[in-house]
């Protein structure tokens, strides 16, 4: 029987097609691939599979960290309107942070870029990091996809990154037209996956994983977390979350934090 796998990334855009860089961890084939375009943001997640986690990120007292604008699992667009009922039950599969365009964009955690590309309407140019247990002291891989770039990183698929290392650049990429207009709307729109292995396999721009579950981008920095279900019965103190971060002047705080937010924080 053939191995099955859960579909962890994202089919985006208006009909037609675009082009997208994958590299296939099965096949080890690199290059450009048609990419057709359907959906939207959240297009390609499982359906049913996003539950707001409950989860609060807690920023340091000493520094200024660019918020959450909409939170996973929410019903609303960072400007108080309604998502589409009639994608994945109206919610949320990711976080946005506004953002000025060219803002640094970080790594959550260490890891390696596993695909980078160009989608269509509200996609728009995406990166793909795939981080170990022992990157981010996780008890599961953790697939991070950052959205809306300024422009197509210059990494290449398979080099390795470490923790707050600069990935990208904010953008407003695949957000122009339709519901924000000829303005757009530049921010980083950041979706996480667990997975139980290394094991994937792209499909244009969405990536498949083994055993791939919705995870709300905070859980990465719930500490001394055992596995995805603990998120759930977490106590409400547990559910503030604390959030490690990368400064403007290269230390982490705390130190030795194995995962940062994926913007820096600036003193205050």
């Given at each position: 029987m053939?191995?099955?796998?859960?579909?962890?990334?994202?089919?985006?855009?208006?009909?037609?097609?675009?082009?997208?860089?994958?590299?296939?961890?099965?096949?080890?084939?690199?290059?450009?691939?048609?990419?057709?375009?359907?959906?939207?943001?959240?297009?390609?997640?499982?359906?049913?599979?996003?539950?707001?986690?409950?989860?609060?990120?807690?920023?340091?007292?000493?520094?200024?960290?660019?918020?959450?604008?909409s939170p996973f699992g929410s019903a609303t667009r960072y400007d108080g309107s309604r998502r589409p009922a009639?994608?994945?039950?109206?919610?949320?599969?990711?976080?946005?942070?506004?953002?000025?365009e060219g803002t640094p964009l970080r790594a959550i955690a260490a890891g390696r870029i596993i695909s980078?590309?160009?989608?269509?309407?509200?996609?728009?140019i995406y990166l793909w990091l795939q981080h170990a247990p022992a990157d981010s002291g996780l008890p599961f891989w953790v697939y991070s996809k950052y959205q809306h770039l300024l422009e197509v990183p210059r990494h290449g698929v398979g080099e390795a990154v470490q923790v707050g290392q600069v990935v990208g650049l904010s953008g407003k990429t695949g957000t122009t037209g339709g519901h924000y207009g000829a303005a757009g709307y530049p921010h980083l729109h950041l979706t996480t996956f667990a997975g139980r292995s290394d094991r994937y396999e792209h499909q244009g721009s969405r990536i498949l994983a083994q055993g791939a579950r919705f995870l709300d981008p905070v859980a990465i920095y719930v500490?001394?977390?055992?596995?995805?279900?603990?998120?759930?019965?977490?106590?409400d103190d547990r559910k503030k979350v604390p959030i490690p971060y990368f400064a403007e002047n290269g230390s982490i705080h705390p130190a030795g934090s194995r995962v940062?937010?994926?913007?820096?924080?600036?003193?205050?």
């Open positions: 053939r191995q099955h796998f859960v579909l962890i990334g994202m089919l985006f855009a208006l009909a037609g097609f675009s082009t997208a860089h994958a590299a296939s961890h099965f096949t080890g084939k690199k290059g450009f691939v048609k990419e057709p375009q359907d959906q939207g943001e959240d297009g390609g997640l499982p359906r049913g599979s996003i539950r707001p986690s409950g989860l609060v990120p807690s920023f340091p007292g000493g520094a200024t960290c660019p918020a959450i604008a009639s994608r994945y039950g109206g919610l949320h599969g990711g976080i946005d942070l506004t953002l000025d980078v590309g160009t989608g269509g309407q509200a996609e728009g500490r001394d977390l055992n596995d995805l279900d603990e998120v759930e019965r977490l106590s940062v937010w994926p913007v820096s924080c600036m003193p205050r």
